[in-house]
């Protein structure tokens, strides 16, 4: 499951700056294909998990051609939860978008990075939407440069 298309194949060495793109009180633990960050003093106490992997669906490369839009991956998103929003995430080489909904206890948003075949996903839980979209963005505009390469 080794990470071809992103620069970086091994997400620990990345943990120190994910958790104090955070806030200096946040925790991380750190797995080569998964890190995990807590804050439970931030704002919106967010947890959000980072996972490498890969999509190999020609969900990337539908995305690139124009075959699948934008508009149509947030009406994929919408029918799975009516408030369900999504927007473009700027990813260099890299195509990605940032999905953001409610449920019952909350909110989440969730980054979805693909370059070459590779996955990144940054899924943030909140006590609002704003807070975990926040949590994503901060996140990604740290770690994205590195992970996904020129």
């Keep these: 499951m080794l990470a071809l298309g992103f620069a970086v194949h091994d997400l ?11 806030d200096k009180d946040a925790t991380a633990q750190a797995q080569p294909f998964q890190l995990m960050l807590t804050c439970p003093g931030c704002d919106g106490a967010p947890t959000v998990a980072l996972q490498l ?10 995305i690139r051609t124009g ?6 991956l947030e009406t994929m998103c919408v029918k799975k939860n009516p408030d369900c929003r999504l927007t473009t995430l700027p990813a260099g080489p890299g195509v990605a978008w940032i ?26 839980r ?5 807070a975990a ?5 901060r996140l990604a505009q740290k770690l994205l440069p590195r992970i996904i390469g020129r």
């Design 67 to 72: 075959k699948t839009t934008m508009g149509a």
């Design 133 to 137: 979209e926040d949590t994503v963005l």
């Design 126 to 130: 909140s006590i609002d939407r704003g």
């Design 12 to 22: 620990t060495p990345l943990a120190e700056d994910a958790r104090t793109a955070l």
């Design 53 to 62: 992997g890969r999509l190999t669906d020609g969900t990337e490369g539908r």
């Design 99 to 124: 999905t953001s909904y409610v449920f019952e206890t909350g909110a989440g948003a969730t980054a979805i990075v693909l370059r070459d075949g590779d996955l990144l996903t940054i899924d943030a």
